[in-house]
């Protein structure tokens, strides 16, 4: 029952937390009224509010304190309700944690805690946001052709996933420096992604003819001692 209604938490925030992402987005990247993004900002102040009670709460009931701090530090600046885009993109690190703690407030929590352990898709997921959000930034603030956030986005994202549309090109030899940065950290982090579920699958299938082997090595075994017994009563 207890589950149940952490379940139930998880999914209110998570669902709080894109909506409030959606919104910010909007209000960010394309014109609205003064009446929209003063709703949009007492929204999220209402949604920090709600995730510094879940985090206190779960800070509390926590059993090694300093390493749920150390853990949730990225989280802890996520849940600030400050209008930076920094701050503002770290949500998406909450929402992950968020996400992850819904999941494993599940019964069956061992194979996704076990997948989680063997691949650190959740901290690479981590790492690939804030590459981006960083790059997006400084790309805006160091080029002149990339005259705003949504622009930025746009030309780091196409650029990560190696699409290269060529409708965004920097004009600065800084601007150009980061997209070569963006392009190489693209390329190791699907190379990352791939490598890391290749191996899984392949501990997978080495454990399984591991089991296999064992178990042929098991009736062997039994048809030995049934031998053995045979002989001994001649």
């Known amino acids: 029952m207890q589950e149940s209604k952490k379940q139930l938490v998880y999914l209110i925030i998570i669902f709080l937390t894109v909506l409030d992402l959606v ?5 960010t990247f394309y014109s609205t009224s003064r009446t929209f993004k003063f709703g949009v900002i ?3 102040l209402i949604l920090c509010i709600l995730m510094w009670i879940e985090f206190i709460y779960s800070y509390l009931h926590s059993e090694n304190k300093k390493q749920y701090l150390k853990e949730n530090s990225l989280s802890i600046l996520g849940m600030l309700p400050i209008d930076i885009v920094f701050f503002r993109a770290l949500r998406l690190v909450k929402l992950i944690q968020l996400i992850k703690l819904f999941v494993l407030a599940r019964e069956t929590t061992g194979n996704l805690s076990k997948f989680l352990k063997h691949t650190y898709l ?3 997921i981590l790492i690939s946001i804030i590459f981006s959000v960083f790059l ?4 805006r603030i160091v080029d002149s052709n990339i005259n705003n956030l949504q622009t930025a986005f746009w030309y780091i994202v196409v650029t990560i996933t190696s699409t290269g549309y060529g409708d965004v090109v920097p004009a600065t ?29 392949m501990s997978k299938i080495s454990k399984a003819n591991r089991d296999d082997l064992e178990s042929k090595i098991e009736d062997l075994s039994e048809e030995i001692k049934k031998l053995n017994k045979k002989i001994d009563d001649l």
């Open 136 to 139: 997006t930034v400084l790309i």
């Open 122 to 124: 959740d901290k690479i």
């Open 173 to 201: 030899a800084s601007g150009r420096l980061i997209g070569i940065v963006a392009m190489i950290g693209g390329i190791l982090i699907f190379s990352t992604i791939t490598a890391v579920i290749s191996s899984l699958y």
């Open 23 to 27: 919104l910010i987005g909007y209000a």
């Open 42 to 44: 007492v929204f999220d």
